[in-house]
């Protein structure tokens, strides 16, 4: 059987990058309801791409069209019924998402409404990879533990790993419910995580490298800088990043070559070409001092040649104001992997530049990162060059 030209229009729209977005939901194409095969569930949900696991969806106040099981007539739910493709002329495709209204009014009748009207590529700049909506899931959840405890920050029982740096049971907790959520949708992962270090062999392809908690100093003193950070790593290189802000509520997540998001926004790198108009982030070291003098020095001579210098405390979150354009540069030495993951993904993903201090890409393994917009990011680097020592060689 012939499909014809209007029937295709109307299942799948293709926008200039020329990827695809499938008609129906998850849930119709695990019980082939379209008649569309499938090789797997993976490649339903990429394709697809406005359903987060379990049913949730990307796309602001719809709900998720896979929990087939409820009685949408007692919730009274609006549900996501598919969308359809218009051309105009002049302009790229239109999709029309459709809503099915459910009320216990009228007995039960169905209307169709159009709720909202989306071009191809801003569905798809909603789309999200499986695996980061997995991470932003994890994310949220360990926020939400978090948030609570931040309410009795004074009833919290604080340890000490090491001089000036501390770990609570928030820690634990909101790391133990990222690794459950990580656990039940990748069981072979390996994991990298702050508090209970590395499982799941170090060979492993795929691997998770978590901070529940960047700024742990910061939140059992009250002050308000401090994120979850979640980042996925394939054979060595990051491919997702998820940083999430729970005391702003602020979701920034970005997939490699599919760029960076805050909340459902995109975001870029801010347009500053001179670092005399530079505001520039940094963090001073507190585990070890033996490089105290050359980060002084370096501090100094910014101070001069930028618009100003800012120190929050918790690196994982500068670097996501970087890429949203709060700040303009970002360098910091002695970081931990899971410190800067998600954040440099998010930097490049935004038109920025990451680095160590060598110029390369090696800042995972030196812990040493210098980060900017494209104009900042040269003479930043530099200047920081400058002052390198022995012991500061990468």
Not at 52 to 62: S, T
Not at 224 to 248: C, M
Request: proline letters at 3%; a positive charge.
């Amino acid at each position: 059987m012939h499909t014809t030209a209007k029937g295709f229009a109307q299942r799948r729209t293709m926008n200039r990058a020329g990827k695809y977005i499938g008609r129906s939901c998850g849930a119709c194409f695990r019980n082939g309801i379209d008649g569309t095969q499938r090789r797997n569930k993976v490649q339903a949900a990429e394709t697809h791409g406005l359903h987060r696991p379990r049913g949730g969806a990307d796309i602001p106040g719809v709900t998720g069209a896979a929990k087939h099981h409820t009685n949408p007539v007692k919730q009274g739910l609006r549900r996501f019924v598919g969308w359809k493709c218009r051309e105009q002329s002049g302009h790229s495709s239109l999709v029309h998402i459709k809503m099915r209204d459910y009320s216990n009014d009228s007995g039960g009748a169905v209307r169709c409404n159009t709720l909202r009207t989306y071009s191809a590529r801003q569905v798809l700049y909603k789309a999200m990879h499986p695996a980061l909506n997995i991470a932003v899931k994890a994310a949220r959840r360990a926020g939400q533990i978090i948030s609570r405890a931040s309410l009795d920050v004074d009833l919290l029982k604080v340890t000490t790993k090491r001089q000036s740096d501390f770990v609570t049971e928030v820690d634990k907790a909101a790391e133990a419910a990222i690794i459950e959520v990580l656990r039940e949708a990748y069981p072979n992962h390996a994991i990298l995580a702050e508090e209970s270090g590395a499982s799941g062999g170090s060979q492993a392809e795929y691997q998770w490298i978590i901070d529940p908690l960047d700024g742990t100093t910061n939140f059992i003193h009250g002050f308000p800088q401090f994120a979850v950070s979640i980042a996925l790593a394939h054979n060595g290189q990051v491919t997702q990043g998820v940083v999430y802000d729970p005391e702003r509520n602020e979701l920034f997540t970005a997939s490699k070559g599919r760029g960076a998001f805050l909340n459902d926004r995109r975001i870029r790198v801010s347009k500053r070409i001179k670092l005399d108009d530079a505001l520039i982030g940094t963090g001073f070291p507190f585990r070890e001092l033996d490089n105290i003098d050359t980060y002084l020095a370096i501090f100094k001579e910014l101070a001069g040649k930028t618009a100003g210098m800012r120190r929050p405390g918790a690196a994982a979150l500068d670097l996501a104001w970087v890429a949203c354009g709060r700040l303009d540069g970002f360098w910091e030495f002695g970081l931990s992997p899971w410190d800067m993951a998600a954040g440099t993904l998010l930097i490049s993903e935004a038109g920025g530049l990451v680095s160590d201090l060598a110029g390369e890409s090696s800042y995972l393994e030196t812990g040493n990162l210098v980060a900017g917009t494209p104009k900042v990011f040269s003479p930043l680097l530099q200047l920081i060059q400058s002052h390198k020592t022995a012991t500061l060689n990468r």
